[in-house]
């Protein structure tokens, strides 16, 4: 589930993740016990693992950190092996018009997008905040104006 007024994606057991979610608060939230590091290549941090959004609907996750401090989240819905993808990225855009209304989802926090990856087929939703890395920042469209 993902609150647009505060820029958060919204996991079971009252995980929020957001900008404000650093290495300290992924230590001591209940995600210790399902993620995994990946990589580190400083300034970023790759964790990936499964976790439940706040709706009941279990993912897959991978969050990126940089400098220690959320920046992007990709996540996808959790299917046995050998399901068509295409049919993965329908269902994610359905979920986010059930959840957000129609897009795009551009927001001054960050942006959410639903993609189908060109090179290996792999639908995955994305959430990325704004002003927590350049590199991030610098892939996001411009921030919407009042």
Same mark, same amino acid.
């Given at each position: 589930?993902?609150?647009?007024?505060?820029?958060?994606?919204?996991? =079971?057991?009252?995980?929020?993740?957001? *900008?404000?979610?650093?290495?300290?608060?992924?230590?001591?939230?209940?995600?210790?016990? +399902?993620?995994? $590091?990946?990589?580190?290549? *400083?300034?970023?941090?790759?964790?990936?693992?499964?976790?439940?959004?706040?709706?009941?609907? *279990?993912?897959?996750?991978?969050?990126?950190?940089?400098?220690?401090?959320?920046?992007?989240?990709?996540?996808?819905?959790?299917?046995?092996?050998?399901?068509?993808?295409?049919?993965?990225? =329908?269902?994610?855009?359905?979920?986010?018009?059930?959840?957000?209304?129609?897009?795009?989802?551009?927001?001054?926090?960050?942006?959410?997008?639903? +993609?189908?990856? $060109?090179?290996?087929?792999?639908?995955?939703?994305?959430?990325?905040?704004?002003?927590?890395?350049?590199?991030?920042?610098?892939?996001?469209?411009?921030?919407?104006?009042?």
């Amino acid at each position: 589930m993902i609150d647009v007024r505060e820029g958060r994606l919204l996991l =079971a057991d009252g995980v929020a993740l957001g *900008p404000h979610f650093n290495a300290a608060a992924l230590r001591t939230s209940p995600l210790r016990f +399902t993620l995994q $590091p990946l990589s580190a290549s *400083p300034p970023f941090h790759t964790f990936v693992g499964t976790a439940t959004l706040a709706d009941g609907v *279990p993912v897959g996750l991978t969050l990126v950190f940089s400098d220690l401090v959320l920046a992007h989240v990709s996540l996808r819905f959790a299917y046995d092996g050998g399901v068509d993808e295409r049919l993965v990225h =329908a269902q994610h855009v359905q979920w986010l018009e059930r959840a957000l209304g129609p897009g795009p989802y551009n927001y001054a926090w960050g942006a959410v997008e639903a +993609t189908l990856h $060109p090179r290996d087929a792999e639908a995955s939703l994305s959430v990325t905040w704004r002003g927590v890395s350049a590199l991030y920042d610098g892939a996001l469209p411009p921030a919407p104006t009042a």
